[in-house]
């Protein structure tokens, strides 16, 4: 483990798999509650490891420990690419996401020593394949779980896996067992488990998204609400990744991945912190009406009455520093 504990990011290797800690700096709020960390996965896609993540969605204005895992193992290929369609890649994916699952009990205590937290239930966040490793981890009740946040979860990975296939003209060449494995994984089976564990679920789809349609997303939100579940959704205007390729090594936020990152900030934020005194009374005081929109790129989402929906809104926050990356 290196790194500061006060107001520097923190490297270190939890359950054999590395992450990094951003610490709670934010200036405005305090923590409200028993929840002390957030634990975040990348993507199969960029970006696509722990460093990659926390540059392209540092909640900075959250103010707890946001720690960002890998997950087991190594991609051999994007979702999005044809080497989906092969056998090697659908377990490797698997693998990914239920050893995750299975390494969170030991990950989160060594993470809790590392950094002096206390126990406690978590906040669960990720990316694509990150994202359905934490509402897997919701389903099997790993860990106790405060809210999770998810980004362009991958719900059903043979849906995925058709979509590429007609794209390309190809064919999947899975294994019975690979089958099986992509079936136990679909997240709408699962959806009575994950609403039975009565955690706010908030889903992030993108309008262009060719790996997980926003129509899934909100299929998803349905079927959760159906079985009793916490859910909102909000589609943005993007495709699947929130970095370039190949989305390995820490680069400045894009576009979206900023605008993705302050509705994560205040998802996070509604839940598990406090405005100080002062950050209140501004906030009072503050003209009605949010900031306008930057450019027409993107569909972030305003909270309204309690609730989530489409519409304008969230940019960098100059106070808290929401949106903005760290050195890592």
């Known amino acids: 483990m290196s790194g500061d504990h006060t107001n520097r990011p923190v490297h270190g290797t939890a359950a054999g798999d590395a ?11 305090t923590a409200s509650g028993p929840t002390r960390l957030i634990v975040a996965w990348p993507g199969f896609d960029p970006p696509r490891t722990a460093s990659a993540l ?47 699952v299975r390494r969170l009990p030991d990950a989160l205590a060594q993470i809790r020593r590392d950094l002096d937290v206390p126990d406690g239930p978590v906040g669960l966040a990720g990316f694509s394949a990150g994202a359905a490793a934490a509402l897997l981890a919701v389903a ?3 860990v106790p779980v405060s809210t999770a946040a998810l980004v362009a979860p991958v719900v059903a990975p043979a849906r995925a896996a058709r979509a590429v ?8 060449a899975w294994s019975e067992r690979a089958v099986a494995l992509a079936d136990r994984l679909d997240l709408g089976a699962l959806a009575a488990d994950i609403a039975g564990r009565d955690v706010p679920v908030l889903l992030v789809g993108g309008a262009k998204d ?39 090594e820490p ?27 002062a950050a209140a009374e501004a906030a009072q005081a ?37 949106g903005l990356g760290h050195g890592l």
Request: aromatic share 4%; net charge negative.
């Open 19 to 29: 992450y990094v800690a951003l610490p709670p700096t934010a200036v405005d709020a």
């Open 54 to 100: 926390a540059t392209a969605i540092p909640m900075t204005g959250v103010p707890v420990w946001r720690v960002y895992l890998d997950l087991p193992g190594r991609s051999p290929g994007g979702l999005g690419s044809g080497a989906i369609l092969e056998t090697e890649s659908i377990e490797a994916y698997g693998a990914a996401l239920e050893n995750a």
């Open 140 to 142: 099997h009740g790993a």
């Open 165 to 172: 296939e007609k794209r390309s003209g190809s064919e999947r």
């Open 210 to 248: 060719r790996v997980v349609p926003a129509r899934e997303i909100t299929a998803l939100r349905d079927e959760l609400r159906r079985h009793g579940g916490q859910a909102e959704s909000t589609t943005f205007r993007m495709g699947h990744a929130l970095a370039a390729e190949p989305g390995t």
């Open 251 to 277: 680069r400045p936020p894009i576009t979206e991945a900023v605008r993705v990152d302050g509705v994560l900030t205040d998802w996070f934020r509604d839940r598990l912190a406090t405005l100080t005194p």
């Open 286 to 322: 503050a003209p009605a009406g949010g900031p306008a929109e930057a450019n027409g790129d993107t569909q972030p989402m305003e909270r309204r009455h309690g609730s989530w929906s489409s519409g304008a809104g969230n940019v960098p926050d100059a106070r808290t520093g929401a």
